[in-house]
């Protein structure tokens, strides 16, 4: 018999809806099974059962009052820990924020809250979101739940792991460069990254305000649906936010047209990978698909571009945190000089330390031209390479990660391999576009491989109708027994 | 000061804008709260906020822009400054950097009795920082995050200034500008208007400019005058005696009367600038660009213009009347009443009226006289029904309450007396107290008249006429 904790959160709320569990119940399944899993999986950096149980009390309490009930009411909810979240430390998993405590609501967790989800706590991640591992966590290094001596994938592996061990039906991520998409895929869950001013970033701790964007993470595409419906929309509190809506998700790829760019299956992509992709394309075909070949040339670049853009960003965002006023602080003894260098010194990593110094240097007299201008006007061209593709398609198909998940600590020695990673997902941030990651096989060791489904801007209607309809085909995704 | 070098300024202003809210954020925007008492997550800074551009902000800039002939650009952004300092919560200043909101304008100036044209550089928009706050009881510093994203406008000048003088005229007119316009409090004194002053010398004819050095910190229209002075001179001596001028920033000590050096030119932060990724390219439209055109006020220098051209003012009373625009529009609608001579109610205005109100502090707003009861007092003494003594008794109440002169003059019996046979009287005890005055009118010594119909006056309270007094204090000395 299924646990309640394998439930999807659609199954969940019918059930809730239905009387047949109430939400104390759907909130203990929860909090037990992390309770049991979370030491293998190390996927929270802070639980929050008693604001979880409170939450579920007043769903019950809606349920026995005859209330009408949101969508995600009484849904357990992970949150990645850069999305501010009142009254609950928002670490970033940065000892600069170790104790950080935020006096307000992020507005994807107003939105949560006011639909009656519960919150139950906040997910591990890569320090301020720099990194494709998770492992530049100051606190913990989660584990992927398919093999626990490999990464999760970053730099939302707290959020994917959650809910691919099945600790959570639903989590948030965000997403830069991939950080949503990388970790669905080596984790084998659905995530996706919205367009670029779809969901309010209003309280999501800024690492490129450009390219961040918070995104949902589930093991079906029903449920990821539901949560990007729960938070999408245009915030006041935004100037970059825009008036987005979900429309209804049938699982139809009939009459579509599927661009598949040769330079996204290039040398650096396994031949597992490759092949996996190439016979998910196959699938769709089956379904009614049409498919057609299409060239994206400035892909090569797309990584520099996207390391020079969201450094520079970075390298400002990050410069509020100097010890003053919240947060770490180093010598407070000496000259102002002093706290600011141990401030900064002890209270980053060394990939945080590492992206503020690039950032400073391509933004600096003399190199902003050279690096930063260039950088913007290669997004520029990338975004129009990606335009002149969507006149010949409907949507582009392409691997998320070039291998499936890679063994804990082998990449850490070289951050430009780490980069590297980063190739067939940053392209999508740099063009403000949507993409869905969702599961298309193993490889031969039985970990998960994605596949990713971009879109022009606001199509995240029609990503996941494409999600669904593979889905629907393929049986469902599996779920990692632990 | 040296006679063979020319000196050349040009000025920063930084003027905060009276916004109701703040530049990013919705919390108020006052000056003299409690500390921190005016600061939230957003214009603290911190972690996951966002700012969102008032819009007011746009328009007040706008029309700065129009009143100082500039060039609106209807598509802008805004750039982050960076640099790390307690007072910037960010630690970077949102600003503008490439394309200011408005550039290319001018402002003409009256300087004595020419009109100078200053060229304007460019207006921007810009957040302002917090304030930090040495206190000797507290070992360390404390910061009042208040004044963190107030909205400032910098108005950049050209260096068109040639001496302390115009830059201090061209700093008054901008200031009265700002309150022309309701856009600023405009208070140098409380840091509401803040002034860079940058300065270099050349010799007189050269068509270089010098070294400039920048002076920070220059908070009054006198200090500005005085560092420009200072350092005008510093700079003639350096030259004069062979050495040259190194290009830095120097702070301006008012209470010492000199400047120290801040920063050389070497030591020159990089603020590395560029555009803020959570603000983006904001549009004024081509209408609402020319609506706020359509909606500035005559501004003080056509204006005092238009008072020595139309009313005869000397040109000096015409500037002092119209830096003031309350009182200038209050002069405006009593000239336009037609009732008297606007000369005279200027008069009024630069004297009586602004004496009471310099006493008492306030405005001309805060009392209650309208521009009819002005218009009214004065026609009372145009026709000989109160005397000018009388009519100071007037406009106190009439400034104090909402009254009709006439019936001040009714209720006070301050009706002037014309009537010989109500005043002989006065006249008889007059003459009879002062006996040594009468007789030396009899001497010859006629000017002592003045003395005695003073006296008159002062006995009937003000009400006598003057000049049926002095034919009756001459007649009677004569029939004594």
Redesign the interface.
Known sequence: MRKLYEYSATELSSLLRGREVSAAEITEAALGRIEAVEGQVDAFLTVTADEARAAAERVDAKIAAGEELAPLAGIPVAVKDNICTRGVRTTCASRMLENFVPPYDATVTEKLEAQGAVLTGKTNMDEFAMGGSCENSYFKKTKNPWDTSRVPGGSSGGSAAAVASCEVPLALGSDTGGSVRCPASFCGIVGLKPTYGAVSRYGLVAFASSLDQIGPFGRTVDDVALLYGAICGHDPRDATSKNAALGEVRGEVKGLRLGVPKEYFGEGISPEVKAAVYAAVERLKGLGAEVVEISLPSTDYALAAYYIISSAEASSNLARYDGVKYGFSGNREGTLNDLYLSTRSQGFGAEVKRRIMLGTYVLSSGYYDAYYKRAKLLQGVIGQEFADAFEKCDAIVTPVNPTTAFKLGEKCDDPVQMYATDVCTVTVNIAGLPGVSLPCGSDAAGLPIGMQVIGPRFSETRLLSIAKCYETAVGGFAVKEM | MNNNFETVIGLEVHAELNTKTKIFCSCENRFGAEVNTLCC?IC??????????NRQVVESAVRMGHALNCRINGVTKQD?K?Y?Y?DL????QISQFDVPLCEGGYLDVLVGDEVRRIGVTRIHIEEDAGKLIHDDSFDGTL?DYNRCGVPLIEIVSEPDLRSADEAKAYLETITTILLYLGISDAKMQEGSVRCDVNVSVRPRGASEFGTRCEMKNVNSFGAVYRAIVYEAERQMEVLASGGTIQQETRRWDDAKGKSILMRSKEDAQ?Y?Y?PD????TFVVSEEKIAALKASLPELPTARTLRYVKDFGLQKVDAQLLSVNKARADFFDACAALGRCEAKIAANWLLGDIAKILNEQRIEITDTALTPEHLADMIVLINKGTISNTAAKTVLEEIMRRDVEPAQVVEEKGLAQISDASALSGIVDQVLADNPKAVADYKKGKVNVAGFLVGQCMKASRGQGNPATLRDMVIEAIQKL
């Not at chain 2, 919560?89 to 970077?92: E, V």
């Open positions: 997550p603290m800074g911190l972690p996951g906020t966002l700012p969102v551009l982050r960076n790390f307690p919560p960010k630690a970077y910061c990089d590395r560029f990724p959570d603000l983006l």
